[in-house]
């Protein structure tokens, strides 16, 4: 009776386990559903450590995101990128740098987690990393990654494209896609191909965002030169990333890459970028020490009213919908979930600019949330979100926006 019992029981074990297992691959050709319904927030060692980095640097990294209310502000993930890895051990698993990351990724996981935070990742889709060709790209190794980042406890995977000569771009990031899915946890899959093979065309159902382009460089311009490469600045990013709004939407999202707030542009150059990343719904990825930063850079990055632009529930990214070429402006409109707009105005040049605002020259109908703003009929109470200043559009307005530097409007229905 006894053994009839155990068998019974054998045979409910065998079945039950890999049934989660079948249904999971059932339902190959999925993402991770209900993450990244509004653009991610968080912290990337990148920007500011690029290769030099260790666990310190991560648990206190860990520690200011709460202190400075920046947790509380939305920055949850916390992302490891590349520079952490050490050798395959034997059987071909992934292991962290035992000198720089000695304690291991599931413990900083662990810390995270109990501060309330998330763990983020760097992975690579090839053989090697970009960063001096790390050797713990994941080719080959895809499955038994994304069980090991699980099982460590990762929420998010930012997943680079070197070291992929012959390899597919599309079906690359598929693979790592099935693989996460396959672990069960759901991890925010950021892709990060910079752009090549047009990611924003096939990568809605494989990722949650996707880079646009190289890598952002620390300065304000369009190109930035230096001895033998150019990287794009801030301006460069934004007009690369700027045709792409049709694409992107709650749970997959243009990625212009991370933020460079607090890394040495003047503080007029750091609220352009913050303001324009959050007009593109683009994700914000610190990208600063934020174990020592200036009160104006912690000020920019915790805006609440500027962080709701980016955040906004409808997920529809702004567009530009008037130039003044003389004095290098651009009029930006973003919708907002409830019926309000965010409206921001970009001054470009190097010159400061004086402008009045006519209200009916911005009469425009958004295809993507096919609302008007109906500036004749329709008279909007607005916020400048940087300065506070309250009006309306009633009548005219006239504006200074100083040279590489933004003024942004919440404009709200009156009378609602
Ligand atoms: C690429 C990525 C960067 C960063 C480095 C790491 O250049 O685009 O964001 O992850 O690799 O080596």
Redesign the pocket.
């Known amino acids: 009776m006894k053994y009839k019992l155990l068998s019974i029981l054998a045979v409910i074990l065998m079945f039950s386990a890999p049934v989660d297992a079948q249904r999971r691959q059932r339902e190959y050709g999925k993402k991770a559903e209900g993450v990244a319904l509004t653009p991610p927030m968080g912290w990337?060692s990148?920007?500011k450590f690029?290769?030099d980095i260790n666990e310190d640097i991560f648990y206190g990294i860990a520690d200011a995101l709460v202190e400075t209310g920046l947790a509380e502000a939305g920055y949850v993930y916390l992302v490891v990128?590349?520079?952490w890895t050490g050798p395959r051990d034997e059987r071909g698993f992934v292991t962290a740098n035992p000198e720089t990351f000695p304690n291991g990724i599931k413990a900083l996981a662990d810390y995270a987690h109990a501060k309330g935070l998330k763990l983020g990742i760097?992975g690579?889709a090839g053989r090697t990393?970009?960063?001096?060709g790390?050797p713990a790209g994941s080719a080959g190794h895809e499955y038994q990654d994304a069980y090991t980042f699980a099982s460590w406890g990762v929420d998010y995977l930012?997943y680079?494209?070197?070291g992929t000569t012959n390899i597919n771009p599309k079906g690359a990031y598929t693979i790592m896609r099935d693989a996460l899915y396959a672990t069960g946890r759901p991890i925010i899959f950021s892709i990060?191909e910079?752009g090549g093979s047009k990611p924003w065309e096939w990568a809605k159902d494989v990722g949650h965002l996707w880079?646009t382009t190289?890598?952002?460089c620390c300065a304000f311009g369009e190109l930035i030169h230096f001895a033998t490469w150019s990287q794009s600045g801030v301006l460069g990013i934004l007009d690369k990333t700027k045709p792409l709004r049709e694409y992107a939407g709650p749970g997959h999202w243009n990625d212009p890459?991370?933020l460079e707030v607090g890394n040495g542009m003047p503080v007029n150059e750091d609220r352009a970028h913050f303001t324009m990343w959050c007009m593109l719904a683009a994700p914000l990825m610190l990208g600063n020490d934020l174990r020592d930063m200036t009160q104006e850079t912690l000020d920019i990055l915790t805006n609440k009213e500027v962080i709701a632009i980016d955040q906004d529930p409808l997920g529809i990214p702004g567009l530009v919908v008037k130039e003044n070429k003389a004095l290098g402006l651009e009029f930006w409109f973003k919708p907002f979930e409830n019926g309000d707009w965010a409206f921001t105005i970009l001054n470009r040049s190097e010159k400061d600019a004086d402008y009045v605002i006519n209200w009916a020259d911005f009469n425009f109908t958004d295809d993507m949330s096919g609302r008007s703003t109906d500036f004749v009929r329709m008279v909007y109470s607005f916020k400048e979100l940087w300065t506070k200043e309250e009006g309306n559009t009633a009548k005219a307005k006239a504006v200074h926006i100083p040279s590489h530097d933004v003024v942004c409007y919440r404009l709200s229905p009156m009378g609602r």
């Open positions: 990337n990148w920007n690029s290769k990128d590349d520079g760097y690579d990393t970009c960063n001096v790390y930012k680079d494209w070197c990060c910079w880079r190289g890598d952002i890459d991370m």
